[in-house]
């Protein structure tokens, strides 16, 4: 508090006299500065913007609050590399979804289909700066961790946070390449308010895309009692076109495939109790019901959409239904010179799927038995739950609380999952007829459930004005434990059953981090750092031994061993320099880094019995850099700019089990990626006012494992998007057009969980005819929205 004091009297001292400064309170200051000074919550000021007439003040552009650190600060002020997004940006860009701003931030990059999950809407995996994998970046929804395929609709968020490089001091396991924060509204307790947000469009070669939201704050006692209050409904057409034969041969089309449906809602209430405690309860929900996957044939090697009509051999309707919720309560003490806050929070979540598996099926059991079984329908159904309790308490004091010039945060952190993950009995009547016993594929569960606890603490000293240093330590106590279970089915004949005994798996581990920063005259900072990164370990499916047998014997792995696997680490070092620039109109920062990884966790892919395994092997270094500008780069002309550059070199020194040479890049790394926006607003009239916003975003080309040995290009992304509208009142109408060059995109292939479709080669061996999840093809609509 005594920092806050401080600031706030350099920063809106001016109006207050000199002889009352050293006494005047820290309420007092606080009430200047909310009269006297410019919003500073935005990362955009297109509000601001609109409403100067010569724009001549750089100084009036606001600058976007983070809480990075676990504490509410400038992003400029932050040691660290960090892209973040305000509601106004994510508003006046038309962003709405995970696609919309993942393909906007530099040095991130997404894939599907490259990890051991077997299920669509659970398979989605993050990169940052080159850490590919599952579980190497971290997702937040404000305090609670949840999975990274979890992605709520912007509809309540005031920002998006992306902390690049390893945050494990402060957020623990899975943040080592990274940390994606979503930040929600807090209720207000001064001001009512309400937005109703409606759109209707089309998406090219689908039907009618619709959304509908409102949002309320409803102020129950001023000054002590908030109500924050959203619900949305919405529709993305399905665009692809599945065809099979009926019982003639004659060909049947179904349109609409990956249709999503989503519905969000979500509620908190503030509570101001005293002065200094505040207390907070919220919960948030989301469903998405896909009818069919957005996911088209891609085959070697070009390795891109042929077409959105996907032939099938059978009338099989696949399907996903996604739901998940989240309960929290924080509790915040803010005193003079600590503050402490507590949140406990309840995340549960459950996943039902249907995947058509007729194709590669029935070419297994053909081989398997030397019977052809015609292409009888054959389908998989995956069911899924989660839950995680998760709580952190963390104490923060100011500079002088216990030393001079010296701050910090300590924590506790705890959290306990489980997660069951079922594969029902699907019989096949073909079988049966022939006389086979169990006359189905596979059944089997998997249950696993873990306690992860952690102390956590950074201290920050200021060794002498403007010179500081961080120190970080993170120890953490990992146990997992996976069931015992029973495999049954046909692929475990002759038995055809196999027991799967427990198994846990227990680690502990010290994470540390180094800053040293100096402070550029309140315009940003200069730091070099060093911080260790970690994933936890853990334990996998059993593999069905005669099936999986010779891919493993070609890798020199043993099936026993590989149901565990360990943690891997790796060390970051960066530099990096953020400042002002153009008079203050502009915000600009630069890093560079190197990652050193070892030990990693490898997912490689069996042709043989086409499933994925994990397991511990090889090293990799990662080197590269970003830049990034925002603000107004022309005095007195209403105009805001977002422009971001990130490149990444990345490394496999140590192939470990990858079928790749050694020194040779990563897979599923891009080099280059990139990200230009704009905003321009003039005045029509008093009561009109023009904008028109843009943006391009760019992802370099990817190289992807084919499985046996080979490698094929994942192509470039380019996406356009844009809109033009007008603004009257508290009244906006918007046209849109997401996707304006209609790209046709590959994300990663589809997750499989049975048996995928394979094509014959010239050689008479088997390839796997890879089905990715694409793009969605151009969408455009009209958009209004209606302020209270």
């Known amino acids: ?70 504490k509410d600060e400038k992003a400029l002020d932050v040691p660290a590399s960090i892209t973040a ?41 993050t990169t940052i700066r080159g850490v590919a994998g599952s579980g190497t970046t971290s997702y937040y929804i404000n305090d609670t961790p949840v999975p990274s395929s979890v992605s709520p609709l912007t509809l309540d968020l005031d920002r998006i946070e992306v902390l690049k490089g390893p945050q494990g001091t402060l957020f623990g396991a899975s943040s080592m390449g990274g940390n994606v924060r979503f930040i929600t509204r807090k209720p207000s307790l001064t001001e009512n308010s309400s937005e109703v947000q409606v759109q209707g469009g089309g998406t090219e070669g689908g039907g009618l895309d619709y959304d509908g939201n409102v949002i309320a704050n409803v102020v129950l006692a001023p000054g002590r009692l908030g109500l924050d209050v959203a619900i949305a409904d919405t529709r993305d057409s399905g665009f692809i076109t599945r065809r099979f034969p009926d019982a003639s041969g004659n060909l049947v089309s179904r349109d609409g495939q990956g249709r999503n449906d989503t519905y969000a809602a979500s509620v908190t209430l503030r509570a101001k109790l005293t002065d200094e405690v505040e207390a ?129 945060i300590a924590g506790v952190f705890y959290q306990h999952q489980n997660r069951r993950d079922t594969v029902p009995v699907t019989p096949i009547p073909a079988l049966a007829d022939a006389g086979f016993n169990p006359s189905y594929l596979a059944a089997n569960g998997t249950f696993i459930h873990s306690n992860d606890a952690a102390l956590f603490s950074e201290l920050y000293y200021e060794i002498i004005p403007k010179l500081t240093v961080t120190a970080g330590l993170r120890q953490y106590w990992t146990n997992q434990k996976t069931d015992a279970n029973e495999d049954q089915g046909f692929v475990f004949l002759p038995a055809g059953s196999s027991y799967v005994p427990a198994i846990g798996n227990s680690e502990s581990g010290l994470i540390p981090k180094a800053v040293v920063s100096y402070k550029l005259d309140e315009q940003g900072n200069i730091y070099a750092s060093v911080s260790k990164g970690f994933r936890a370990g853990g334990a996998q499916q059993s593999l069905p031994a005669d099936l999986c047998s010779a891919d493993l014997a070609h890798l020199g792995l043993n099936g026993d061993a590989l149901r565990q696997y360990r943690s891997d680490t790796l060390w970051s070092y960066e530099a990096g320099i953020k400042s002002r620039l153009a008079e203050g109109r502009l915000s600009a920062s630069a890093a560079v880094f190197q990652i050193d990884w070892s030990d990693i966790q490898q997912s490689v892919y069996l042709p043989t019995c086409t499933l994925s395994v994990t397991t511990n092997a090889g090293k990799a270094r990662i080197r590269g850099g970003e830049m990034e500008v925002s603000g107004r780069p022309f005095a007195g002309v209403p105009f805001t700019i977002e422009l971001g550059l990130g490149y990444t070199d990345g490394v496999l020194l140590d192939p470990g089990v990858l079928p790749q040479p050694a020194n040779s890049p990563l897979s599923q790394v891009p080099q280059w990626s990139g990200t230009i926006s704009g905003f321009y607003q003039v005045d029509l009239s008093q009561d009109y006012q023009l904008f028109i916003a843009a943006d391009y975003s760019y992802t370099g080309s990817v190289d992807v494992p084919t499985g046996r040995g080979g490698f094929v290009v994942r192509q470039a992304f380019n996406m356009v998007n844009g809109n033009i509208g007008v603004s009257f009142g508290q009244s906006q109408v918007l046209f849109y057009v997401k996707n304006l060059l209609d790209e046709r995109l590959n994300f990663g292939d589809q997750p499989a969980a049975g048996f995928e479709r394979q094509t014959l080669l010239a050689d008479g061996t088997y390839e796997r005819y890879p089905r990715g999840v694409v793009s969605r093809p151009r969408q455009f609509g009209v958009q209004f929205q209606q302020s209270f």
């Open 1 to 70: 508090m005594r920092d806050l004091k401080n600031r706030l009297i350099l920063e809106c001292g001016a109006a207050i006299p000199n002889e009352r400064k050293t006494f005047i309170s820290l309420r007092v200051l606080l009430l200047a500065c909310s009269v006297l000074s410019t919003p500073t919550s935005v990362v955009y000021a297109q509000e601001q913007a609109s409403k100067q007439n010569d724009g001549s003040d750089g100084l009036n552009i606001a600058e976007i609050v983070v809480s990075a650190r676990r």
């Open 85 to 125: 997004y305000s509601s106004d940006y994510l508003k006046t860009q038309n962003i709405q979804n995970f696609t919309d701003y993942a393909t906007r931030i530099p040095n991130l990059t997404f894939q599907y289909g490259q990890g051991a999950d077997l299920l669509w809407s659970g398979s989605r995996q």
């Open 280 to 408: 907070t309860i919220s919960a948030m929900g989301q469903s998405s019901d896909l009818h069919g996957f957005p996911a088209a044939y891609v085959p070697y090697p070009d390795y891109k959409p042929l077409s959105y009509t996907v032939d099938r051999a059978q009338d099989v309707q696949e399907y996903s239904r996604d739901r998940w919720g989240i309960g929290s309560f924080v509790l915040n003490y803010t005193g003079d010179d600590i503050s402490v806050a507590s949140s406990t929070s309840y995340f549960a979540r459950r996943i039902n799927e249907r995947e058509d598996d007729t194709e590669g099926s029935n070419l297994y059991l053909t081989q398997a038995t030397g019977i052809d079984f015609g292409n009888t329908p054959i389908y998989q159904d995956t069911h899924h739950t989660e839950t995680r309790l998760t709580h952190e308490s963390r104490v923060s004091f100011d500079d002088g609380t216990l030393l001079p010039h010296l701050s910090g």
